[in-house]
């Protein structure tokens, strides 16, 4: 069996991320965390926190292994969908000013000279989020 020890600044800090963080998945590495100190097998951690025993041996090295041990509990940066839009961001607003807003000709074009194929949504939300 293994389990994680923890120091008492340690347990008290995993339990404060455990009740304030806005990060469920920070939330839930906590929790495993904190179930393991209280000497509980890595079969029951996986069953109470619904995440595989492989996940919860990878949680459990890389916190042991880490220098910044909270670091490990947040997801890497760099996952997740690329934004397919961030090479012409500098063109779009001139385009948007050219058509007038209507966005069916700022699609072609953008599909035919920089080849780059998305929905209207997806324009839609990305002229949201940079406020134009």
Known sequence: MRFVKLTKEEKTELEK??????????RQ?????LYSNEQRSIAQ???????????IERLFNAWE????KYSTLSIAEGRGAKVKLSYVTELLPGL???HNRNLNP??????????????KLTLQNFFKDKRL
């Open 96 to 98: 948007l000013k050219d």
């Open 106 to 119: 700022i699609l072609d074009e953008l599909e035919k000279t920089h080849n780059i194929t998305v929905c």
């Open 45 to 55: 951690v996986s069953k109470l926190v619904r995440l595989s025993r492989r996940t």
């Open 17 to 26: 991320l455990y009740k304030t963080s806005p990060n469920s998945v920070v």
């Open 29 to 33: 590495r906590s929790l495993s965390l």
């Open 65 to 68: 292994a880490s220098s910044d």
